[in-house]
């Protein structure tokens, strides 16, 4: 029996497979340009430094050459009430405005003699300027000293002025891109760092500077943030290591005070940098310190009420003496005394 041939129909639908596959291709194409679009520019830079570090070693973090002793942690003064000690209430005295007289001061305000005290401090004793001078002098050859492979790779650089001092450490060492915490090298050096300042008693300030890469965080919302809290960790870590506390403030200027061209790799590089200002007693201003550490209000004495006797006549009302008014006879005496 001859075989029936069957002839195959024209298949019209052969078009959808083909097609399919292209909107695939182009969904998975939008959906790559989205994620590109979206991308933490923080969290690039930080995984970026990460692969750069994982196939060429680690980078910018130089290895102290030897290792640091342990720094002596210097005995900070007891500021704890002493158990005996008599409780003193509070007592609300209104105050005078600073530029009004004050009795037993004889007539000087008190905004004066603070500043003319201020002015006068290296005047009346000679040796402070020079005791200032040999203190800079001896921390900046130890610095040196110590940090001589840092400061021969151009990572740390030590100026001297006559005022003050400036330890200008690279936060490549530091830190690690967009972040304020330390890296584990990097407190080595810092403690090196804390060791030689513990003993002075010199005030000092950390500067932090970043470069004009914007940073948007929750963390940080700006270079202000990051380069503050750069400068406070390396403030906590010296005063961890036995630097006093009260002599350290810290700043930070974020990406407004660079010292190089931001446009190029090398430029942001200088400019990412914290910066340790050691300060003669000079140059310290009056500000740094609080007025609530001059005033002593516990050495006043309570003014006495005088008591009349009981058959006694009631005195007689004395009227209130104005205060001189300035440009007039009195003020220019009480100026005078």
Known sequence: MKRRHVEEHINHERWAIPYGD??????????????????????FRVMAQSINEAFNG?????????????????????????PNATPISRIDVPLPPRDLPLPGHEGASVQRQESSAVQTAPASNPTVGKTDEANLSQISEEVQRAMKPLIDKN??????????????????????????????????????????????????????????????TPAFPSNWELSAARAASVARLLTGAGVDAHRVGIIGWGEFRPVADNATNEGR????RVLIVVMSDKAAPARFYSDADRIDLTRSEPASVPVPAPDAAPAAVVPPVAAPVAGSAAFARQEAL
């Open 269 to 272: 590089n200088r400019n990412r």
């Open 58 to 82: 680690t980078g910018r973090v130089i290895e102290p050459t030897r290792e640091a002793e342990p720094a002596k942690q210097v005995p900070m003064p007891n500021q704890s009430r002493a």
């Open 22 to 43: 292209l909107i695939t291709l182009l969904l998975a194409l939008f959906v790559v340009m989205y994620a590109v679009s979206a991308v933490n520019e923080t969290k």
């Open 155 to 216: 990572l740390v650089s030590v100026r001297r002025t006559t005022d003050w001092l400036e330890i200008e450490v690279r936060t490549d060492i530091l830190f690690p891109i967009g972040v304020a915490r330390l890296q584990g090298p990097a407190e080595t050096t810092l403690m090196k760092i804390a060791g030689i300042l513990a003993p002075f008693p010199n005030a000092m300030r950390i500067e932090g500077y970043t470069d004009t890469t914007p940073i948007s």
